[in-house]
T-cell receptor
Framework: GENVEQHPSTLSVQEGDSAVIKCTYSDSASNYFPWYKQELGKRPQLIID?????GEKKDQRIAVTLNKTAKHFSLHITETQPEDSAVYFC?????????FGKGTRLHILP | SQTIHQWPATLVQPVGSPLSLECTVE??????LYWYRQAAGRGLQLLFY??????ISSEVPQNLSASRPQDRQFILSSKKLLLSDSGFYLC???????????FGEGSRLTVL
């Protein structure tokens, strides 16, 4: 089955700088790769996703890249702001079975 | 619009006691339904998912079970809880073929 690895587990960046979170997956048949943000005490919510027929997707300050050959994908957040502080989860899967990474706790430093 | 309800929100149970967590979805038909567990340092672990009434796929061998008695109802159960069952349980739904998960507010279970 699918296995998703996520790094780093914790990331601290200065406000205004960029943050990058990286994930790898094991199942070459996986075709859907979402990213979720979970603020303290709240449920995870989708922030961006990418399908295997696309290499890059951008939505304002966030972007995701996918390298199918290497089986890895990354989340990029530019011009970070205090409200970006949260836990971010990558995930991957197919046929509606979605497996999550262990999460990255992002701290935005003032 | 679609909504998902999950209860109870908080539960403290002794070791060896039974468990029942319930989840219902409104405003959609034939959703995919999921149970995830969130434990410290382990991310979101997929426990069960269902693509239809009576169709349950189990991902992790354990003393938990799931049932889907109705199209929009998903129940997580245990006959005898273990200490290791403590965690934050999240129910989620998705539209078949789209992948995007919509999570409930979660149930925090503490087993003592």
């Amino acid at each position: 089955g699918e296995n998703v690895e996520q790094h780093p587990s914790t990331l601290s960046v200065q406000e205004g700088d960029s943050a990058v979170i990286k994930c790898t997956y094991s199942d070459s048949a996986s075709n859907y790769f979402p990213w979720y943000k979970q603020e303290l005490g709240k449920r995870p919510q989708l922030i961006i996703d990418i399908r295997s027929n696309v290499g890059e997707k951008k939505d304002q300050r966030i972007a995701v890249t996918l390298n199918k050959t290497a089986k890895h994908f990354s989340l990029h957040i530019t011009e970070t702001q205090p409200e970006d502080s949260a836990v971010y989860f990558c995930a991957g899967g197919r046929d509606d079975k979605i497996i999550f990474g262990k999460g990255t706790r992002l701290h935005i430093l003032p | 619009s679609q909504t998902i309800h999950q209860w109870p929100a908080t539960l403290v149970q002794p070791v060896g006691s039974p468990l029942s967590l319930e989840c219902t979805v409104e405003g959609t038909s034939n959703p995919n339904l999921y149970w995830y567990r969130q434990a410290a340092g382990r991310g979101l672990q997929l426990l069960f998912y269902s693509v239809g009434i009576g169709q349950i796929s189990s991902e992790v061998p354990q003393n938990l079970s799931a049932s889907r008695p109705q199209d929009r109802q998903f129940i997580l159960s245990s006959k005898k809880l273990l200490l290791s069952d403590s965690g934050f349980y999240l129910c989620a739904w998705s539209v078949l073929g789209t992948g995007e998960l919509f999570f409930g507010e979660g149930s925090r279970l503490t087993v003592l």
